[in-house]
C-alpha cells in the first residue's frame, strides 16, 4: 500500500507564488457560469456572425459599446445581449475594464472576452474554458500563429505577422513562457485571475493586453493556449502600422517595468500586492 506523508507547510511571498490548483467541480457540482464579455466599436455589422459562433453553453453574453456611431448598442440590444454604454470613446482597455466588472458583478466563474468583429472563430469557446474548468490553465489565449502559412493565408499582413513571432519570442523568455502569441483578442479567465490582477490601472489604449499578462505571470497565474482561426476582412477591426509601433514600444515598457520591478530595481503600481 502506498502511503502519502502530510506536507510541511512552507511560507511563500505572494506576488512570485505559484498558484495553487483549484478545486476541481464534480458532476454534483452547479457548473461554472460562463459569460462572454465582448469591447466593442462600430460592430453593428459583424455582430451577428460573431454571435452565431458563440456556444449556447454560453450563460450571458455582455457587450461594451466604446461610444460607437453605427447602432451597435441598439442592435446588441436587440439580441438581448447586456449591454453597457460608453457615452464618449474610453478605448479599448476602457472598454475591457467596464466589462470585466459588469462580468465580476453578475457572478461569472469563467469570462472569456470574444471581439465582436466576427475575426477570432468562437467556435473554440468549449476546449478555452474546459482548461480552466478542470484545473489546468488559468488564463487561455487564442493563438492565430499555429503556422505561419496558415497564419498569412488567413490575411494576417507579413509585417504584423513578423513583429508578432518577435515581440512574443522577447515575451517568452522574459517572463519564462512557451505561449504560440501574446498578442491575441481571444482571451478567458478564471474569476480569480480578475479578482487579482490590479487591472484598473492599466492603459485604456490597446497595450492593457500585454500588461495583463505580464500581470498575470507576476502574480503567478498559469497560462495556455489553444489554435483558433482567424480571418483578415475589411470589417474587422485592426490596427495600423503607427498604432501597432505604439502598441509594441509599450510592450517592451511592461517587460522592462516587470525585470525591474522583480529585481528589486523599481518598485511599479502594475505589480504590487493583490487588490482583494
Known sequence: MIRFEPQTDTQVETTSAPRTRPDVRTAEDAPPKIIVVMPAYHAAGT??????????????????????????????R????????????????????????E?????????????PDHQYDARVLPAMVDL????????????????????????????????????????NLVLGQNLGEFHSGLRAYRREVLETIPYEGNSDDFVFDSQFLVQAVHFGFRLGDVPVPVRYFAEASSIGFRRSLRYGLGTLGVLARFVLHRTGLRSSPEFRAPRR
Not at 460573431?50 to 447602432?71: K, M, N, Q
Open 47 to 76: 455582430l451577428d456572425r460573431t454571435l452565431a459562433e458563440v456556444p449556447s453553453s454560453v450563460d450571458e453574453i455582455i457587450l461594451v459599446d466604446d461610444a460607437s456611431g453605427d447602432g451597435t448598442a441598439e442592435l446588441s
Open 78 to 101: 436587440s439580441l438581448g445581449l447586456v449591454t453597457v454604454v460608453h457615452p464618449s470613446n474610453r478605448g479599448y482597455g476602457g472598454a475591457q475594464k467596464s466589462a470585466y466588472a
Open 103 to 115: 462580468a465580476l458583478k453578475r457572478g461569472a466563474d469563467i469570462v472569456i472576452m470574444v471581439h
Open 132 to 171: 480552466i474548468r478542470l484545473g489546468i490553465c488559468d488564463v487561455v489565449l487564442g493563438s492565430r500563429i499555429r503556422t505561419r502559412a496558415e497564419a498569412l493565408a488567413g490575411g494576417m499582413p507579413r509585417w504584423k505577422y513578423f513583429a508578432n513571432r518577435a515581440l512574443t519570442l522577447l515575451e
